[in-house]
C-alpha cells in the first residue's frame, strides 16, 4: 500500500474517533460544550486532510461509488459542524434543537456508512 493511503487510512481512523466522541456526547447531553466543538472541528480537519490523501494516493477516479459516499458524508459532517458552531455561538447554554440533534446523528450514521464501506474496499482487494 503506497504511505499515502497508509496515512490517508490512520487519519480518516482519527476522524472516526474524533467525530465519534462529539456526536456521542451531544447525543448524551443534548447541549453543546467547547469539548464538542473542539472534537468535531478537528474530526473534519481529519476528514478534508484523509480524503485528500485518499484521492492523492488512489488509482481509481475521485467520482466512483465510494468517492462519492465519501464526498458526500465529508458535506453532511461539514454542514453539521458549520450548524453547531452557529447554533453554539447563538445560544451558548442552551439545549439543542431536535431538528439539529437528529440531522447530527443522520450525517454521522450516514459518515459511518462511508468510512465502513471504505474499510469493506480496502480488505476486499
Known amino acids: 500500500m ?6 490517508g487510512t490512520t487519519i480518516v481512523n482519527l476522524a472516526l474517533i474524533f467525530y465519534s466522541i462529539a ?3 451531544e447525543q448524551r447531553k443534548h447541549r453543546i460544550s467547547k469539548f464538542i ?11 478534508i486532510t484523509a480524503t485528500i490523501c485518499m484521492i492523492i494516493g488512489s488509482t481509481s477516479s475521485p467520482f466512483s461509488p465510494h468517492g462519492i ?4 458524508s465529508l458535506a453532511a459532517m461539514s454542514v453539521d459542524a458549520i450548524l453547531i458552531w452557529r447554533f453554539w455561538l447563538a445560544n451558548k447554554d442552551a439545549e439543542v434543537p431536535r431538528g439539529l440533534h437528529l440531522y447530527s446523528r443522520a450525517a454521522y450514521i450516514w459518515w459511518v456508512l462511508a468510512y465502513i464501506t471504505g474499510a469493506i474496499l480496502v480488505a476486499t482487494r
Do not use: M, N
Not at 2 to 7: H, R
Open 37 to 47: 466543538l473542539s472534537f468535531l472541528t478537528i474530526g473534519v480537519v481529519f476528514d
Open 23 to 25: 456526536i456521542i456526547t
Open 69 to 72: 459516499l465519501g464526498y458526500s
Open 2 to 7: 503506497k504511505p499515502i493511503l497508509i496515512a
